[in-house]
Protein backbone atom coordinates (compact mmCIF):
# COMPACT_ATOMS: atom_id res chain seq x y z
CA UNK A 1 0.00 0.00 0.00
CA UNK A 2 2.70 2.54 1.25
CA UNK A 3 4.35 1.21 -2.24
CA UNK A 4 2.13 2.21 -4.37
CA UNK A 5 0.81 5.31 -2.58
CA UNK A 6 4.87 6.32 -2.92
CA UNK A 7 5.20 5.83 -6.46
CA UNK A 8 2.12 7.42 -7.40
CA UNK A 9 3.09 10.51 -5.88
CA UNK A 10 6.79 10.26 -7.85
CA UNK A 11 4.57 9.83 -10.97
CA UNK A 12 3.27 12.83 -9.82
CA UNK A 13 -0.33 11.81 -8.65
CA UNK A 14 -1.99 15.04 -7.22
CA UNK A 15 -5.00 13.42 -5.50
CA UNK A 16 -2.80 10.82 -3.63
CA UNK A 17 -0.31 13.82 -2.97
CA UNK A 18 -2.95 15.62 -1.13
CA UNK A 19 -3.69 12.29 0.87
CA UNK A 20 -0.28 11.45 1.97
CA UNK A 21 0.19 15.45 2.86
CA UNK A 22 -3.55 14.78 5.04
CA UNK A 23 -1.86 11.59 6.92
CA UNK A 24 1.17 13.52 7.75
CA UNK A 25 -0.26 16.35 9.15
CA UNK A 26 -2.56 13.66 11.17
CA UNK A 27 0.75 12.10 12.36
CA UNK A 28 -1.13 8.56 10.60
CA UNK A 29 1.59 5.86 10.70
CA UNK A 30 0.94 4.58 7.22
CA UNK A 31 1.09 8.18 5.94
CA UNK A 32 4.91 8.31 7.70
CA UNK A 33 5.93 4.89 6.56
CA UNK A 34 4.92 6.29 2.86
CA UNK A 35 6.95 9.31 3.89
CA UNK A 36 10.01 7.75 4.43
CA UNK A 37 9.77 5.29 0.86
CA UNK A 38 10.03 9.13 -0.41
CA UNK A 39 13.00 10.22 1.05
CA UNK A 40 15.50 9.04 -1.10
CA UNK A 41 13.44 10.51 -3.89
CA UNK A 42 14.04 13.91 -2.10
CA UNK A 43 16.97 16.53 -1.98
CA UNK A 44 16.50 17.70 -5.62
CA UNK A 45 13.72 20.92 -4.79
CA UNK A 46 14.66 24.10 -4.22
CA UNK A 47 13.59 25.62 -1.22
CA UNK A 48 12.54 29.49 -0.76
CA UNK A 49 11.41 30.31 2.68
CA UNK A 50 8.61 33.64 2.02
CA UNK A 51 8.24 35.28 5.67
CA UNK A 52 6.91 38.47 6.84
CA UNK A 53 4.42 40.45 9.39
CA UNK A 54 1.15 39.31 8.82
CA UNK A 55 -1.07 41.02 5.92
CA UNK A 56 2.67 42.28 4.46
CA UNK A 57 1.74 40.40 0.90
CA UNK A 58 3.51 37.21 0.73
CA UNK A 59 0.14 35.51 -0.65
CA UNK A 60 -0.15 37.90 -3.27
CA UNK A 61 3.70 38.03 -3.99
CA UNK A 62 3.86 34.12 -4.01
CA UNK A 63 1.23 34.33 -6.45
CA UNK A 64 3.38 36.43 -8.60
CA UNK A 65 6.61 34.50 -8.54
CA UNK A 66 4.48 31.32 -9.05
CA UNK A 67 3.85 33.45 -12.74
CA UNK A 68 7.44 33.50 -12.79
CA UNK A 69 8.77 30.60 -12.19
CA UNK A 70 6.61 28.92 -14.58
CA UNK A 71 7.13 31.24 -16.99
CA UNK A 72 11.18 30.08 -16.94
CA UNK A 73 9.45 26.52 -17.58
CA UNK A 74 10.35 25.13 -13.71
CA UNK A 75 7.25 23.71 -11.60
CA UNK A 76 6.63 25.15 -8.05
CA UNK A 77 4.93 23.51 -4.86
CA UNK A 78 4.08 26.44 -2.40
CA UNK A 79 3.68 25.23 1.13
CA UNK A 80 1.79 27.89 3.07
CA UNK A 81 2.08 27.37 6.99
CA UNK A 82 -0.74 28.84 8.70
CA UNK A 83 -0.18 29.60 12.58
CA UNK A 84 -3.39 28.36 13.54
CA UNK A 85 -4.59 29.03 17.72
CA UNK A 86 -5.56 25.69 18.68
CA UNK A 87 -8.55 27.62 19.37
CA UNK A 88 -9.36 28.69 15.99
CA UNK A 89 -8.28 24.93 14.25
CA UNK A 90 -7.57 23.89 10.93
CA UNK A 91 -5.67 25.82 8.05
CA UNK A 92 -7.37 28.73 5.98
CA UNK A 93 -8.39 28.43 2.60
CA UNK A 94 -7.39 32.43 1.89
CA UNK A 95 -4.19 31.37 0.07
CA UNK A 96 -5.58 28.71 -1.95
CA UNK A 97 -8.35 31.05 -3.22
CA UNK A 98 -6.18 33.50 -3.54
CA UNK A 99 -4.10 32.25 -5.59
CA UNK A 100 -6.67 30.10 -7.33
CA UNK A 101 -4.95 31.63 -11.14
CA UNK A 102 -2.10 28.61 -10.93
CA UNK A 103 -5.03 26.01 -10.03
CA UNK A 104 -5.66 24.47 -13.18
CA UNK A 105 -2.08 24.28 -13.74
CA UNK A 106 -0.54 20.71 -13.83
CA UNK A 107 3.01 22.50 -12.89
CA UNK A 108 1.78 24.22 -9.76
CA UNK A 109 0.89 22.50 -6.25
CA UNK A 110 -0.74 24.51 -3.44
CA UNK A 111 -1.21 23.38 -0.01
CA UNK A 112 -1.91 25.38 3.20
CA UNK A 113 -0.86 23.75 6.51
CA UNK A 114 -2.40 24.18 10.33
CA UNK A 115 0.65 24.01 12.89
CA UNK A 116 -1.41 23.62 15.84
CA UNK A 117 0.76 26.38 17.76
CA UNK A 118 4.09 24.94 18.24
CA UNK A 119 6.80 24.88 16.56
CA UNK A 120 8.02 21.22 16.21
CA UNK A 121 4.84 20.50 14.71
CA UNK A 122 5.09 23.37 12.46
CA UNK A 123 9.13 22.07 11.04
CA UNK A 124 7.79 18.71 11.44
CA UNK A 125 4.10 18.97 8.90
CA UNK A 126 6.28 21.24 7.00
CA UNK A 127 9.32 19.31 6.24
CA UNK A 128 7.14 16.47 5.91
CA UNK A 129 5.07 18.10 2.93
CA UNK A 130 8.15 19.67 1.02
CA UNK A 131 9.54 16.37 0.69
CA UNK A 132 6.39 15.20 -0.83
CA UNK A 133 6.25 18.08 -3.24
CA UNK A 134 10.05 17.21 -3.91
CA UNK A 135 9.30 13.57 -4.24
CA UNK A 136 6.36 14.63 -6.89
CA UNK A 137 9.33 16.62 -8.74
CA UNK A 138 8.66 19.82 -8.26
CA UNK A 139 11.51 22.03 -9.04
CA UNK A 140 10.64 25.19 -6.43
CA UNK A 141 8.77 24.71 -3.24
CA UNK A 142 7.96 28.62 -1.81
CA UNK A 143 7.28 28.25 1.96
CA UNK A 144 5.11 31.30 3.06
CA UNK A 145 5.07 31.79 7.13
CA UNK A 146 3.41 34.87 9.24
CA UNK A 147 5.50 37.07 11.50
CA UNK A 148 8.99 38.08 12.39
CA UNK A 149 9.92 36.47 15.82
CA UNK A 150 12.31 33.69 16.40
CA UNK A 151 10.05 31.34 15.08
CA UNK A 152 10.54 32.64 11.75
CA UNK A 153 14.07 32.93 12.08
CA UNK A 154 14.30 29.03 12.56
CA UNK A 155 11.72 27.96 10.04
CA UNK A 156 14.54 29.94 7.78
CA UNK A 157 16.57 26.84 8.40
CA UNK A 158 13.92 24.46 6.49
CA UNK A 159 14.67 26.77 3.46
CA UNK A 160 18.29 27.06 0.55
CA UNK A 161 17.22 31.00 0.15
CA UNK A 162 15.22 32.99 2.74
CA UNK A 163 12.76 35.97 1.51
CA UNK A 164 11.73 38.59 3.90
CA UNK A 165 8.98 40.32 2.85
CA UNK A 166 8.44 44.80 4.39
CA UNK A 167 6.27 47.09 3.96
CA UNK A 168 6.42 50.92 3.41
CA UNK A 169 4.08 51.59 6.52
CA UNK A 170 5.23 48.90 9.04
CA UNK A 171 7.20 49.25 12.18
CA UNK A 172 9.13 46.00 11.58
CA UNK A 173 12.68 47.34 11.34
CA UNK A 174 13.46 47.48 14.88
CA UNK A 175 11.54 44.17 15.62
CA UNK A 176 13.77 42.59 13.11
CA UNK A 177 16.61 43.65 14.54
CA UNK A 178 15.49 42.47 17.81
CA UNK A 179 14.97 39.11 16.43
CA UNK A 180 18.03 38.18 14.36
CA UNK A 181 16.08 38.44 11.00
CA UNK A 182 19.01 40.60 9.41
CA UNK A 183 21.53 38.08 9.84
CA UNK A 184 19.43 35.03 7.98
CA UNK A 185 17.27 36.82 5.65
CA UNK A 186 18.78 36.34 2.21
CA UNK A 187 16.89 38.68 0.04
CA UNK A 188 14.85 41.36 1.39
CA UNK A 189 11.05 42.42 -1.11
CA UNK A 190 10.05 45.89 0.33
CA UNK A 191 6.40 44.98 -1.48
CA UNK A 192 3.42 47.59 -1.67
CA UNK A 193 5.94 49.61 -3.06
CA UNK A 194 2.98 51.58 -4.68
CA UNK A 195 2.28 53.39 -0.78
CA UNK A 196 4.76 56.02 -0.33
CA UNK A 197 7.32 55.66 1.92
CA UNK A 198 9.24 52.38 0.26
CA UNK A 199 12.32 54.08 -0.35
CA UNK A 200 12.89 55.49 2.98
CA UNK A 201 12.54 52.18 4.13
CA UNK A 202 14.70 50.99 1.89
CA UNK A 203 17.44 53.22 2.73
CA UNK A 204 17.11 52.47 6.61
CA UNK A 205 17.48 48.87 5.65
CA UNK A 206 20.18 49.67 3.49
CA UNK A 207 22.19 51.00 6.42
CA UNK A 208 21.18 48.80 8.87
CA UNK A 209 22.52 46.02 6.88
CA UNK A 210 25.70 48.12 6.37
CA UNK A 211 26.54 48.11 10.46
CA UNK A 212 25.93 44.20 10.04
CA UNK A 213 28.02 43.10 7.37
CA UNK A 214 31.63 43.72 8.39
CA UNK A 215 33.58 41.66 6.36
CA UNK A 216 33.83 43.18 2.44
CA UNK A 217 33.70 39.81 0.94
CA UNK A 218 30.52 38.70 2.32
CA UNK A 219 27.56 38.79 0.38
CA UNK A 220 25.26 41.45 0.49
CA UNK A 221 21.58 40.85 0.71
CA UNK A 222 19.78 42.73 -2.07
CA UNK A 223 16.59 44.49 -1.29
CA UNK A 224 13.78 44.72 -4.25
CA UNK A 225 10.66 47.25 -4.50
CA UNK A 226 7.79 45.03 -5.09
CA UNK A 227 4.06 45.62 -6.19
CA UNK A 228 2.82 41.99 -5.74
CA UNK A 229 -0.56 43.15 -7.14
CA UNK A 230 0.38 44.50 -10.59
CA UNK A 231 3.67 42.32 -10.42
CA UNK A 232 5.90 45.10 -10.32
CA UNK A 233 9.31 43.93 -9.12
CA UNK A 234 8.57 40.31 -9.14
CA UNK A 235 10.89 39.34 -12.33
CA UNK A 236 13.50 41.16 -10.33
CA UNK A 237 12.80 39.20 -7.43
CA UNK A 238 12.69 36.02 -8.85
CA UNK A 239 16.16 36.97 -10.68
CA UNK A 240 17.43 37.76 -7.13
CA UNK A 241 15.89 34.42 -6.08
CA UNK A 242 18.38 32.48 -8.51
CA UNK A 243 21.19 34.25 -8.30
CA UNK A 244 20.98 33.50 -4.85
CA UNK A 245 20.75 29.80 -6.02
CA UNK A 246 23.79 30.48 -8.26
CA UNK A 247 26.03 32.17 -5.34
CA UNK A 248 25.15 28.89 -2.79
CA UNK A 249 26.50 26.60 -5.48
CA UNK A 250 29.40 28.34 -6.08
CA UNK A 251 30.37 28.69 -2.99
CA UNK A 252 29.39 25.30 -1.19
CA UNK A 253 26.81 26.80 0.54
CA UNK A 254 24.16 24.33 -0.62
CA UNK A 255 25.90 21.61 1.04
CA UNK A 256 25.63 23.62 3.84
CA UNK A 257 22.18 24.33 4.06
CA UNK A 258 21.45 20.96 3.47
CA UNK A 259 23.10 19.32 6.15
CA UNK A 260 21.60 22.22 8.60
CA UNK A 261 18.19 20.96 7.06
CA UNK A 262 19.15 17.39 7.71
CA UNK A 263 20.45 18.48 11.21
CA UNK A 264 17.16 20.28 12.18
CA UNK A 265 14.99 17.15 11.13
CA UNK A 266 17.13 14.40 12.76
CA UNK A 267 16.49 16.92 16.09
CA UNK A 268 12.64 16.56 15.33
CA UNK A 269 12.76 13.00 14.78
CA UNK A 270 14.87 12.37 17.60
CA UNK A 271 12.27 14.45 19.82
CA UNK A 272 9.48 12.49 18.01
CA UNK A 273 10.86 9.58 18.94
CA UNK A 274 11.86 10.04 22.65
CA UNK A 275 8.05 11.47 23.32
CA UNK A 276 7.02 7.82 21.67
CA UNK A 277 9.39 6.06 23.98
CA UNK A 278 8.86 7.58 27.15
CA UNK A 279 4.82 7.35 26.49
CA UNK A 280 4.86 3.51 26.19
CA UNK A 281 7.49 3.31 28.93
CA UNK A 282 6.45 5.10 31.33
CA UNK A 283 2.97 5.28 32.10
CA UNK A 284 0.73 7.91 32.30
CA UNK A 285 -0.01 7.33 36.25
CA UNK A 286 3.82 7.05 36.65
CA UNK A 287 4.43 10.68 34.83
CA UNK A 288 1.15 12.34 37.17
CA UNK A 289 3.44 10.61 40.24
CA UNK A 290 6.40 12.76 38.84
CA UNK A 291 4.19 15.66 38.41
CA UNK A 292 3.04 15.63 41.90
CA UNK A 293 6.21 15.30 42.70
CA UNK A 294 7.44 18.51 41.78
CA UNK A 295 4.19 20.17 42.65
CA UNK A 296 5.05 19.08 46.01
CA UNK A 297 8.34 19.93 46.26
CA UNK A 298 9.55 16.48 46.98
CA UNK A 299 11.55 16.51 43.65
CA UNK A 300 12.93 19.06 41.43
CA UNK A 301 12.52 19.08 37.30
CA UNK A 302 15.87 18.26 36.59
CA UNK A 303 15.59 14.84 39.22
CA UNK A 304 12.17 14.05 37.99
CA UNK A 305 13.91 14.04 34.19
CA UNK A 306 16.87 11.96 35.15
CA UNK A 307 14.10 9.37 36.84
CA UNK A 308 12.37 9.32 33.34
CA UNK A 309 15.61 9.00 31.72
CA UNK A 310 16.78 6.27 33.51
CA UNK A 311 13.82 4.29 33.29
CA UNK A 312 14.09 4.62 29.68
CA UNK A 313 17.84 2.88 29.77
CA UNK A 314 16.69 0.05 32.21
CA UNK A 315 16.51 -3.39 30.03
N1 LIG B 1 -1.28 48.41 -2.32
C1 LIG B 1 -0.81 47.17 -2.36
N2 LIG B 1 -1.50 46.19 -1.75
C2 LIG B 1 -1.00 44.94 -1.79
C3 LIG B 1 0.21 44.65 -2.47
N3 LIG B 1 0.45 43.33 -2.34
C4 LIG B 1 -0.55 42.82 -1.60
N4 LIG B 1 -1.44 43.79 -1.28
C5 LIG B 1 -2.68 43.64 -0.51
O1 LIG B 1 -2.38 43.37 0.83
C6 LIG B 1 -3.37 42.53 1.41
C7 LIG B 1 -2.70 41.35 2.08
O2 LIG B 1 -2.10 40.55 1.08
P1 LIG B 1 -1.72 39.02 1.34
O3 LIG B 1 -1.02 38.56 0.12
O4 LIG B 1 -2.87 38.26 1.83
O5 LIG B 1 -0.69 39.20 2.54
P2 LIG B 1 -0.02 38.08 3.43
O6 LIG B 1 1.28 38.63 3.86
O7 LIG B 1 -0.01 36.78 2.72
O8 LIG B 1 -1.04 38.01 4.63
P3 LIG B 1 -1.12 36.89 5.78
O9 LIG B 1 -0.88 35.57 5.14
O10 LIG B 1 -2.49 37.04 6.33
O11 LIG B 1 -0.06 37.26 6.77
C8 LIG B 1 -4.31 42.12 0.28
O12 LIG B 1 -5.45 42.91 0.34
C9 LIG B 1 -3.49 42.43 -0.96
O13 LIG B 1 -4.28 42.74 -2.06
C10 LIG B 1 0.90 45.71 -3.13
O14 LIG B 1 1.96 45.54 -3.74
N5 LIG B 1 0.35 46.94 -3.02
MG1 LIG C 1 -0.72 34.86 3.35
Not at 5 to 33: H, K, W
Not at 45 to 67: E, F, H, N, Q, R
Not at 116 to 128: D, E, K, P, S, V
Request: net charge neutral.
Amino acid sequence: MTVELANRIRAGDVRAAARLMRGIEECDRNALDTLERLYPHTGKAYIVGVTGAPGGGKSTLIDALIGAFRHRGMTVGVVAIDPTSPLTGGAILGDRVRMQQHSIDEGVFIRSVATRGWLGGLARAATGIIHVMDAMGKDTILVETVGIGQQEVDVTRLAHSSVFVLTPDSGDAIQMMKAGILEVADIFAINKADREGALRVKADLQSMLNMTSSLPEERHPPIVLTEAVNGRGVEELAGEILKHREFLACHGGLEKRERERARLELAEAVESALRDCIDSRVGKASREKLVDDLVQRKLSPRAAASEIVSRLVRP
